[in-house]
């Protein structure tokens, strides 16, 4: 069967905070301070979508481990998903949680 099949970058960037929110470590996601400015972008640009993701870290968790993990789960999480395989997956910590 002919045709093509896509997926929203709504609909990825909501599986993408589904799957940082299952990472141990991560306290919550932050929105950004401007309007439609969202916790979890995601670009599309030739086929290939570039996620980033604005997460506060919980107090005492390793920034370097959380995005690894993070990183790691939103891949597999998305190509699981929605059979898209993501070019880049970013993580900025904008926030630590309060011990």
Not at 15 to 40: F, I, N, S, T, W
Not at 49 to 77: C, F, I, K, N, P
């Amino acid at each position: 069967m002919e045709g093509h099949a896509s997926v929203a970058a709504d609909v990825l960037a909501s599986y993408a905070a589904d799957a940082a929110r299952e990472v141990d470590g991560v306290a919550g996601l932050v929105e950004g301070h401007l309007p439609r400015q969202g916790a979890v972008r995601v670009e599309e640009a030739e086929g290939c979508a570039t996620v980033e993701l604005h997460l506060e870290l919980a107090w005492g968790a390793s920034a370097q481990e959380v995005g690894s993990e993070v990183q790691r789960r939103v891949a597999a999480y998305l190509e699981r998903m929605a059979g898209a395989k993501p070019g880049a997956v970013n993580v900025v910590v904008d926030q630590i949680g309060k011990p």
